[in-house]
């Protein structure tokens, strides 16, 4: 069975690099037709979606957060990795990284997230 | 981006009520809508995918239904456990994007 878990500071500076990895066990992967998602959620509030690496590497970002946002994926590892650059208080929040889970269906490719990492707060302040 | 609106934003219910939860799309989605359930402090948990498809180990009291812009999210008979924020989300253009969350409470 597929776990992931988020790890990095819990911490980071105004102006400066929110980074974060999530780890894959239970499988790897490289294996299936599966893309990896970041997504986040401010304390009291609903979840946003940040984007999602593939297997070879292909992104998807938000276009409210594509200019700071940078996800990789390292195989070797069975990791993925998101970097948020220029962070100020409004990127304080849970992060959760997901497996983007596809499905070919007769009526198209069909997604969704599951399973989730337990969520890793990041807080935004000097 | 698609926008999606759920309602109500939360709904007092007791045990054993049947709870209906709305989920409307700013766009056809075709049937391309999944729902999660959300406790405190833990992570989203899939219930429903691909708007009726009742993930495995899920109670079969919940259901799930819509095509189009109208989805619900039916919890036939309210348990303890249930009482959770739920979620719907639409996968059928990126950006992804959620609900505002239904918080069910205890009445």
């Known amino acids: 069975q597929v776990q992931l878990q988020e790890s990095g500071p819990g911490l980071v500076k105004p102006s400066q690099t929110l980074s974060l990895t999530c780890t894959v066990s239970g499988g790897s992967i490289s294996s299936g037709s599966y893309y990896w998602s970041w997504i986040r959620q401010p304390a009291g509030k609903g979840l946003e979606w940040i984007g999602r690496?593939?297997?070879?590497?292909?992104?998807n970002y938000n276009p409210s957060l594509k200019s700071r946002v940078t996800i990789s994926i390292d195989t070797s590892k069975n990791q993925f990795s998101l970097k948020l650059t220029s962070v100020t208080a409004a990127d304080t929040a849970v992060y959760y990284c997901?497996?983007?889970?596809?499905?070919?269906?007769?009526?198209?490719?069909?997604?969704?997230?599951?399973?989730w990492g337990q969520g890793t707060l990041v807080t935004v302040s000097s | 981006d698609i926008q999606m609106t759920q309602s109500p934003s939360s709904l007092s219910a007791s045990v054993g009520d049947r709870v209906t939860i709305t989920c409307r799309a700013s766009?056809?989605?075709?049937?391309?809508l999944n729902w999660y359930q959300q406790k405190p402090g833990k992570a989203p948990k899939l219930l429903i995918y691909v708007a009726s498809s009742l993930q495995s180990g899920v109670p079969s009291r919940f259901s799930g239904s819509g095509s189009g812009t109208d989805f619900t999210l039916t919890i036939s008979s309210l348990q303890p456990e249930d009482f959770a924020t739920y979620y719907c989300q639409q996968s059928y253009s990126t950006p992804w994007t959620f609900g505002q969350g239904t918080k069910v409470e205890f009445k």
């Open positions: 997901a497996r983007d889970y596809e499905i070919t269906m007769l009526r198209g490719v069909m997604y969704w997230f599951d399973p």
């Open positions: 766009q056809s989605i075709s049937s391309y």
């Open positions: 690496i593939y297997t070879s590497g292909s992104t």
